[in-house]
Nanobody, 127 residues
Framework: QVQLVESGGGLVQAGDSLRLACAAS????????MGWFRQAPGKEREVVAA????????YYASSVKGRFTISGDNAKNTVYLQMNKLKPEDTAVYYC????????????????????WGQGTQVTVSS
């Protein structure tokens, strides 16, 4: 089992920055690939960014590339999502997800790939 707890959401203005954190605990967290997803009202959950458990491979959705950065701190078992130049369309509930992987350099970008999810944190960007 892996437990995930997100933090860092809030209400900001367009152009501002936020950093989300996902603290992971449980068995073999060190071999867990991680992802950030978001879901806006009336829309499907979509991948925002993903990272391999080695940290060497990352993925970004085209809508956030160049503005968001995913990173991991293995010592703290925490994954971060740095979000810069936020836009109103970034408004959503953001979820952290994890899955074990035998491949150190693989990331995963569909929700079905992940077996563990956090409770979500709300990000609201006003115009």
């Amino acid at each position: 089992q892996v437990q995930l707890v997100e933090s860092g959401g809030g209400l900001v203005q367009a152009g501002d920055s936020l950093r989300l954190a996902c603290a992971a605990s449980g068995r073999t967290v060190s071999s867990a690939a991680m992802g950030w997803f978001r879901q806006a009202p009336g829309k499907e959950r979509e991948v925002v960014a993903a990272i391999s458990w080695s940290g060497s491979s990352t993925y970004y959705a085209s809508s956030v590339k160049g503005r968001f950065t995913i990173s991991g701190d293995n010592a703290k078992n925490t994954v971060y999502l740095q979000m810069n130049k936020l836009k109103p369309e970034d408004t959503a509930v953001y979820y952290c997800a994890a899955r074990h992987s035998q491949y150190s350099n693989s990331y995963y970008i569909t929700a079905l790939d992940y077996g563990y999810w956090g409770q979500g944190t709300q990000v609201t960007v006003s115009s």
